[in-house]
């Protein structure tokens, strides 16, 4: 049976049951006592930062809900061909709503309205899942409204969303809330270095993650290594070369806009590493692990308070871009004052 809906999402994604998301063992808990009670509400409100297991969690729990193995209560055996299909992004009875466009439409909402009164065609439960919750417009929300207000038997409704302060209290009065939170620095690090990641590198790709897998795994983190090396090359050139060297570099950093936050939060980790060296030496502590001898050796030639400079520098530039200053005078100024600290800075021993 196909939906009527609009944009109706298929793509298979990372879901194999409860038992294989990390860093989520609250959520997963309340989520596992509705199954083992067999009380599990008809909406449900998943709420967390980006790339966090949100959307994995809510097909775990349609695999768990629909689980063709006997004995299968709070998690789905992932063998079956319930599972299976849900996993592939394949069973009719479980769909996954992403918004068309810019926003979630009343045209969605009404067709999964219409499916949801037709009931599970194959499935115990009927499953859908709205992503990016948020971007449903207030058409849309007033008529999910009334769906949450009468929901159709056999029926669970999975919102997800990053901002649950954006949505119509209405609506978010009739889910179930469960948070899910940004997972444990050493649980992802353990996570993706499992994954193949190169453990020197591991922990500064973490920290840049804010504790999103999603982030993790991405294609910017892949290249994070190479993109700091590249930066710190550039910046130590013009500190040598100066002033001169240091605004054309501002400037063609600031054209690529999109890479901005990420350069920032690169230098950033550089300077805070350097401050650990500088008052603890301990090597373990860094986040640039794989530029361990770096760090040490810059650390030595720099007294704490001109790296703490350079660090507020960076914070403070971080948060006038992040209410839209000039991002080339930005930058200009920030190089310029990170000059300024280094050399002043200098143990001249
Ligand atoms: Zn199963």
Known sequence: MESMGLSVNRQPSTVNGFRNLIGQARAVRLLQRGLATGRTPHAYLFTGR????????ALSLAQALNCQQGDAVDDGCGACQSCRKIARGLHP??????????????????????????????????????????????????ALL???????GRTVIVLLTTTPSALPSTIVSRCQTVSFSAIPPETLEAFIVGRGVDPTRARLIVSWSGGSIGRALSQEAASLAEARDLLLEELGRGLRDGPA???????????????????????????????????????EWLVNLDRGEDVARQAEGLTLDAILDGLRAVHATMAGLSRNANPRLSLEDLFLQIRGAASSGLLRV
């Open 245 to 283: 060297a240091l605004i054309e570099l501002a400037e063609k950093l600031a054209k690529d806009r999109e890479g901005l936050p990420l350069n920032l939060e690169v230098l950033s980790a550089w300077l805070r590493d350097l401050m650990v060296a500088k008052a603890s030496g301990r090597q």
């Open 146 to 152: 009334k769906t949450l207000e009468e929901p159709p």
């Open 50 to 57: 980006e790339g966090i297991g949100k959307r994995a969690a």
């Open 93 to 142: 009875d479980v769909q996954l709503i992403e918004p068309a466009g810019a926003t979630l439409k009343i045209e969605q909402v009404r067709a999964l309205e219409a499916d949801a009164v037709l009931g599970p065609y194959e499935a115990k439960r009927k499953v859908f899942i709205l992503d990016n919750a948020e971007k449903m417009t207030e058409q849309a929300a007033n």
